[in-house]
């Protein structure tokens, strides 16, 4: 049993980040035991391939490092990095932390806008406007942190603007899976 170096937080097997903390486990390190205990740390997939290189016309061996994707440990604990990773533009967010906020984004927000329609027109509009200011910075970071994680920068968020064409561009970018190897995000 592994568990983070900064807040303590009992980590999966194999996992890059903290679903805590956001902590890159692998260039820091995790412990492993208590979180008073020695330090160790993450070991990456490493595979060695023979490669035929177009060149010489003879095979040559590359090894790649491979990293799996983080798993933010379901809804409870991707709702959690949501909110205590507030505004914090820099790191990586899986796609399962990213998808759980925006599901459950919406899902309140569907619930007060049904309040709006069915009960009261001015409680509802406040919930949701409190909704939407409260939800506004953690919603941004936790998209830069997506797109970070699939290697782009979040500049490409604001290809949303484009009519039609942006919107689905940036849904595509949010459904790519992980960047693999480490990249300049973390």
Same mark, same amino acid.
């Given at each position: +049993?592994?568990?983070? !170096? ?30 008073? @205990? ?22 040559? $061996?590359?090894?790649?490092? $491979?990293?799996?994707? @983080? ?7 991707? +709702?959690?990095?949501?909110?205590? $990773?507030?505004? @914090? ?7 399962? @932390? ?12 569907? %619930? ?13 509009? %406040? ?49 790519? !899976? ?9």
């Amino acid at each position: +049993m592994k568990f983070c !170096p900064k807040c303590g937080t009992k980590l999966v097997e194999g996992a890059r980040f903290c679903p805590n903390c956001g902590l890159n486990l692998v260039e820091g390190t995790a412990t492993s035991g208590s979180p008073a @205990q020695t330090v160790v740390t993450p070991q990456p997939t490493v595979t060695n391939q023979q490669v035929p290189n177009s060149q010489s016309g003879q095979t040559e $061996r590359r090894t790649e490092t $491979r990293y799996e994707e @983080q798993d933010s440990g379901g809804i409870d604990a991707a +709702m959690r990095d949501y909110f205590k $990773r507030y505004a @914090q533009f820099h790191g990586r967010s899986s796609r399962s @932390q990213y998808w759980w906020s925006v599901l459950v984004y919406n899902l309140f927000y569907s %619930a007060f806008y049904l309040i709006y329609l069915f009960l009261s027109e001015y409680i509802g509009m %406040a919930l949701m406007i409190i909704l939407v200011v409260a939800c506004l910075v953690p919603s941004l970071a936790v998209a830069s942190r997506r797109l970070h994680d699939s290697n782009h920068s979040f500049g490409y968020y604001w290809l949303a603007l484009i009519p039609i064409v942006g919107a689905i561009l940036v849904i595509v970018l949010f459904c790519k !899976p992980s960047d693999p190897q480490p990249n300049r995000f973390g």
